[in-house]
């Protein structure tokens, strides 16, 4: 089955009691068990529910894993996915990673003794040199949350083989729609799926897909014993975006690759980071990687203009932490989604205080470039 046909067909898209073709809502914290003792195949809602079980066996095989594990928001399946491995084992872990991914290493893993060493995951000598003899993992996103950097995911998997290390990458700027990681060599993705696999900025969750049988009976376990579970109505939510994950990417993706282009020729903007641009550094990468580019853009305006002023001044585009919505959002990452990493190091790893990071909704693409463009007009004269 086509990836378009599986977002629609596939995990369990009729419902095995009633033929519903979709899948209804189990809202049960409990399962009657005919027996003491017996084999049952639902018996507590932490455990297991039949909405969020069905919304598991679609992810696993989007990402073509053996298994899909649903949790309450993307930083809890991050968490859960990191209690697979104990204190004193050291993580190599991508410089460009989510806010709150660099505050759960640094303000909570590192209390219960993990080790970490951030590095450049684009360059391969660095993740080698960084490799020690209690490193366990390689940890990293691509593209990268808010620069956009891509990560050669073919080549690290191949360093993490030759260590015996596990490949963990987080998936939610491309989507599967754009890259199965699995495929290339990973061992476990992680998704928010709060953004583009739920589509409609209506519900927080968080997904791991593995494809080892080994991992995926210690997540399964960790997941019941940890309990940060996805419930049976937001599992629903989220069955119910994904279906349309493929054509909202597309409309997604023909408005960023506007919207890039329109901000490439505005004299007032500087700098624009987006993988479709044929002079972005990872352009080839994301040619090779990905099935398209994706649908964030950060950008940077000419020195004195106010990016602030530029960002309270649009009308249509919200200004919202988040991402991956129908609905295109807008950023100051510096203050809003990465403001959990201190100052220093925000910009030792390229994240200036003026950034500005857009996520690309599927609204006319016209709207959305007059909007920027009334924007970016109404700071003339203000240098
Ligand atoms: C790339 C990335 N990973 C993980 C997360 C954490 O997800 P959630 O907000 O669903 O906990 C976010 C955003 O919050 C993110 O942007
Ligand atoms: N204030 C929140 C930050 C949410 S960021 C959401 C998303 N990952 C994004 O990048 O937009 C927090 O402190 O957790």
Not at 84 to 104: K, Q
Not at 110 to 129: M, P, S, W, Y
Not at 290 to 301: K, N, P, T, W
Not at 362 to 382: F, M, P, Y
């Amino acid at each position: 089955m086509k990836f378009n046909t599986q977002l629609i067909h596939g995990g369990n898209s009729e419902d095995p009691t009633t033929g519903a073709v979709s899948t209804p809502i189990y809202r049960a914290s409990t399962f009657h068990q005919r027996k003491l003792g017996g084999e049952v195949k639902w018996e507590y809602g932490r455990t297991g529910n039949p909405t969020r079980a069905s919304l598991e066996k679609l992810m696993a095989e989007l990402e073509q894993g053996v298994a899909g594990f649903a949790f309450a928001s993307g930083s809890a399946a991050i968490h859960a996915v990191f209690s697979l491995f104990s204190a004193g084992d050291h993580f190599v872990v991508g410089n460009d990673v989510y806010g709150g991914t660099f505050r759960l290493i640094n303000q909570v893993l590192k209390r219960f003794g993990f080790e970490f060493t951030v590095v450049d995951t684009q360059n391969l000598a660095a993740v080698e040199a960084a490799i020690q003899p209690n490193t366990v993992a390689i940890y990293f996103e691509t593209p990268t949350n808010p620069l956009l950097k891509l990560t050669d995911i073919k080549a690290i998997t191949k360093i993490a083989q030759q260590h015996d290390l596990k490949t963990i990458i987080d998936n939610t700027f491309a989507t599967p729609y754009n890259q199965q990681p699995l495929t290339l060599g990973a061992d476990i993705v992680v998704h928010s799926a709060t953004k583009y696999l739920g589509g409609h900025s209506d519900v927080v969750a968080g997904i791991a897909v593995t494809n080892k049988l080994e991992l995926a009976e210690r997540l399964a376990f960790l997941q019941n014993a940890i309990g940060s579970v996805l419930g049976p109505d937001d599992s629903w939510l989220l069955m119910r975006g994904i279906k349309t994950l493929g054509a909202r990417m597309r409309v997604h993706h023909e408005n960023a690759h506007a919207v890039a282009d329109f901000l490439v020729h505005d004299p007032r903007v500087a700098k624009v980071l987006y993988p479709g641009l044929t002079d972005f550094p990872d352009h080839e990468l994301a040619r090779n990687q990905m099935r398209d580019f994706g649908a964030m853009i950060s950008f940077e305006l000419k020195p004195g203009l106010s990016a602030k002023q530029f960002v309270e001044s649009l009308k249509l585009i919200d200004l919202a932490e988040s991402l991956g919505g129908i609905e295109s959002l807008i950023e100051f990452p510096a203050v809003m989604t990465h403001g959990a990493i201190p100052r220093e190091v925000r910009l030792a790893n390229g994240i200036k205080d003026e950034l500005i990071r857009l996520s690309v909704g599927i609204e006319d693409e016209q709207d959305l470039i007059a909007d920027l463009k009334q924007g970016l007009t109404q700071l003339d004269g203000e240098n």
